[in-house]
């Protein structure tokens, strides 16, 4: 499947070439093969040619046979065998059946091994960067924080495959979001397809037909999918609904090492107290601004929302085909979104959630005592400001959504943009974009007395409670595998630009492939990354829904900043507290 097919060729990484570990492995390949024919004593050496051989078919999702090895080694039939052998009673090569009856099997480089060659590839490269200069590393970086030296020198391995393959009758069946990350899931299937050892089927839909399918599926007698993924503020509502199994009923919740998902990412994950989904994808809505742009009329980057306004009227120049800012303002979902973190932005959560250090709290939802607070002053004053944004706003802006804020900036016809981490692709893997490598990224600016948020969103995956069974620890085993440290590096590697886990964020490799992860991080350490602003109850799409109706009614004229809020919160009211019969 072509990713990103009508949307720009440029957001492939694997059109961009290989992975460091494919560079390095290639460099040994052929320094090896030049050594050998320059100098008639030298010999092939079966123990590199054969590692060399199998990392690559682990690498290249390609299945590595016996016969293959043995042939990759180089040296007489005899000796390879006896070579093969004690890699394997060495524990450097696992075996997978690949017949019910075991007599046929493929090789796959062990966690031993790939560890090994994760210390060899960094050593490698560090030795040709010192010997013949290279490109400056990921320490150099000026940033610091505590434990952030140690962290980044973590490089994590590539995937290993599964001791066993995953036995579910028709393959595994996975329903996701048709957004950037989980398509390079669906590019990356045949090497999942391997790791897993049985056939993945995705099915991906839009925002809003993924959560009709998912609500449609729980309602079946047995669920069509192993794995759903649902965004963040659905969790309450599938908690409640029964649609998900609580995840410390299907499994040991340690063995997804909790302590490494952004904080935020991960409490967003739960309901009452347990958790439903395991973050897939952490990424936050920020603030994406052109710093060429800024730097050519002095400007500093935008903290308040007065500061945005002003760099917005100043970079705002029709005339010359640019505007100043582009944001969610299609109605309904799109729209609603906005008027929710805007009222964040200005201190206010849709919901009377109690004030806490850092921002509001969220762990008594499940309970239900919250009711809408969107009628008050803040919420006007953010009103307010999306109605002072709107003159520095193209002028499609009211039917810009998702996808059409972030393609005009990428084109070079905005000068700021709010927008998810999983769209920067369209600008950063695209050198011919004027914002490829001067974009800067801030949490959204506040006004003064509001602490500024990055507010949290993305996918997490979990498992429907409608699941058969014996299907149950299958799913199970492929969560882990897809919610890893190696598959999230993976997908970065492949152009996503999510991340829900501290240690891919830290990876070299990681840093190195976009400044987004080391300014992510740097706001998840100062507690920026925050949820509350969509808080995950029940009620949230339809709060969502009627924002986005009654403030675009605001937008277009058809009533006033009061109107807009005392209507919604007039609907939000009778949304959560419906007329007694």
Same mark, same amino acid.
């Given at each position: ?44 050496? =079966? ?9 690559? @078919? ?49 090789? $796959? ?77 669906? +590019? ?73 998902? $952004? ?83 200005? @201190? ?145 590697? +492949? ?82 507290? =419906?007329?007694?019969?």
């Amino acid at each position: 499947m072509n990713v990103m097919k009508g949307h720009g060729d440029s957001y492939l990484m694997s059109r961009q070439g290989k992975t460091d570990l494919l560079r390095i492995l290639s460099f040994l390949e052929d320094i090896g093969g030049e050594i050998e024919s320059s100098v008639e004593l030298f010999a092939p050496n =079966p123990y590199l040619r054969m590692t060399l051989h199998l990392i690559r @078919g682990h690498l290249e999702a390609k299945t590595v046979t016996p016969t293959s090895l043995i042939g990759a080694s180089q040296v007489p039939y005899a000796t390879a065998n006896r070579r093969l052998r004690q890699m394997t009673d060495d524990g450097l090569i696992e075996q997978r059946p690949r017949t019910k009856s075991g007599k046929s099997f493929s090789l $796959h480089p062990s966690e031993k091994l790939l560890d090994q060659w994760m210390q060899l590839s960094g050593r490698v490269e560090r030795l040709a960067e010192t010997r013949f200069g290279g490109r400056k590393r990921a320490a150099d970086s000026k940033d610091y924080y505590f434990g952030g030296s140690y962290m980044s020198a973590q490089s994590i391995p590539p995937l290993t495959v599964l001791p066993e393959p995953l036995k579910v009758a028709g393959g595994l069946r996975v329903l996701v979001h048709g957004d950037p990350t989980f398509m390079v899931m669906e +590019n990356l299937k045949r090497q999942f397809e391997q790791v897993i050892g049985t056939q993945i089927h995705q099915r991906a839909f839009s925002i809003d037909r993924l959560r009709e399918e998912a609500r449609r599926n729980a309602d079946r007698k047995a669920s069509r999918y192993d794995i759903i993924a649902l965004d963040l503020p659905w969790v309450g509502e599938f908690a409640d609904k029964g649609i998900l199994m609580p995840l410390d009923e299907a499994m040991d919740i340690a063995r997804l090492d909790p302590a490494d998902f $952004h904080t935020a990412g991960w409490q967003a994950a739960h309901w009452g107290g347990r958790p439903y989904g395991v973050p897939a994808q952490t990424t936050p809505e920020l603030l994406f601004y052109r710093r060429d742009l800024f730097a050519e009329v002095g400007l500093e980057p935008p903290t308040t929302t007065d500061d945005l306004l002003y760099a917005a009227s100043v970079l705002h120049d029709p005339q010359r085909g640019r505007h100043g800012v582009a944001w969610n303002a299609a109605r309904g979902t799109a729209l609603g979104h906005t008027v929710l973190m805007t009222m964040a932005d200005f @201190g206010q959560p849709v919901l009377n959630l109690p004030e806490i250090a850092g921002g509001f709290g969220t762990d008594h939802l499940a309970d239900g005592n919250y009711h809408p607070t969107i009628d008050t002053e803040n919420g006007l004053r953010a009103a307010e400001f999306l109605m002072e944004l709107l003159k520095y706003s193209p002028p499609d802006i009211l039917s810009m959504s998702w996808y059409e804020r972030v393609r005009p900036y990428a084109a070079g016809s905005i000068a700021m943009a709010y927008g998810y981490t999983l769209l920067a692709p369209y600008f950063e893997l695209d050198e011919s974009s004027p914002a490829c490598g001067q974009t800067g990224y801030l949490p959204h600016p506040a006004v003064p007395g509001a602490a500024q948020v990055a507010p949290v969103g993305g996918y997490v995956m979990g498992i429907p409670a409608n699941l058969p069974p014996e299907r149950v620890q299958a799913a199970v085993e492929a969560l882990i595998v897809f919610t890893s440290p190696e598959s999230q590096k993976l997908f970065v590697q +492949n152009g996503s630009r999510t991340n829900p886990r501290y240690s891919v964020g830290s990876d070299p490799e990681v840093r190195r492939a976009s400044p987004i992860f080391e300014a992510v991080d740097a706001m998840s350490w100062r507690d920026e990354l925050q949820f509350w602003p969509r808080p995950p109850v029940p009620e949230i799409c339809d709060i969502i829904q009627i924002c986005g109706e009654e403030f675009h009614d605001m937008l277009r004229g058809f009533s006033t900043p009061p109107q807009a809020l005392r209507r919604a919160q007039t609907r939000a009211d009778a949304l959560m507290r =419906p007329p007694k019969t």
